[in-house]
């Protein structure tokens, strides 16, 4: 069966340091991926979309990778800070340009 | 740009009675897509539109619910009769399509069906 697969356990990290959250996955071949983030009580906020012929994408303090041998993308935000804390949801491309989603990994920043 | 609008914000049901949802999205977004998110979950698509016309509504419980885009702009989302388990937040989603773009999604729909 097909399967996204973010850590259930959040991420606590000291303000500052570099926090990096994976998405595996099973049963896909999506030709892009894409990052949301989540406040509680609000909608998903698009991040990055990187492709599968791309290595790596970077925006402002972000950073995602692809490994499509790996079947997975890491998602760093570099000098975190505690604005940074909320749940991430990695998205794959499902065909016609439908996304299936994680269930997404809890940061908490700490001042 | 104007985001993506949804009401209600917040909505409290008994099991089998009926709710509606409504979307407005972006000016220009072509495809439009409700999803529902169950607390602690990831986002599930239900129904995707591109235009007024249905792309994918596989996974939308279609003995409950029913969704509509006319004129290919605003959409509703409908459910009839409402199950305990419908609890969840609606999600409605809009982009310009292709591989290109991300989701524009609006605040969501909390629905409790007590």
């Known amino acids: 069966s097909q399967k996204i697969e973010q850590n259930s356990e959040a991420l606590n990290i000291q303000e500052g340091k570099t926090a990096t959250l994976t998405c595996n996955y099973t049963?896909?071949?999506?030709?892009?991926l894409q990052w949301y983030r989540q406040d509680p009580g609000r909608g998903p906020v698009f991040l990055l979309l990187?492709?599968?012929?791309?290595k790596e994408k970077r925006k402002e303090r972000l950073k995602v990778t692809f490994d499509t041998t790996l079947k997975q993308s890491l998602f760093h935000i570099t000098a975190s800070q505690p604005a940074d804390s909320a749940t991430y949801l990695c998205a794959l491309d499902h065909g016609n340009n439908r996304l299936a989603f994680g269930k997404g990994n809890q940061v908490v920043v700490i001042p | 740009e104007a985001g993506v609008a949804q009401s209600p914000r917040y909505k409290i049901i008994e099991k089998r009675q009926s709710v509606a949802f409504w979307c407005n999205p972006i000016?220009?977004?072509?495809?439009l897509y409700w999803y529902q998110q169950i607390l602690g979950q990831g986002p599930k698509l239900l129904i995707q539109?591109?235009?007024?016309?249905?792309?994918?509504d596989s996974q939308l419980p279609k003995d409950r619910f029913s969704a509509e885009r006319l004129k290919g702009v605003d959409s509703t989302l409908k459910i009839q009769p409402a199950k305990l388990e419908d609890s969840a937040v609606y999600l409605c989603a809009s982009t310009y399509g292709g591989r290109n773009y991300g989701y524009t999604f609006g605040s969501g729909t909390r629905l409790t069906v007590v």
């Open positions: 049963n896909y071949s999506p030709a892009y």
């Open positions: 990187i492709r599968e012929n791309e």
């Open positions: 539109f591109q235009n007024n016309g249905v792309v994918d």
């Open positions: 000016s220009g977004h072509a495809t």
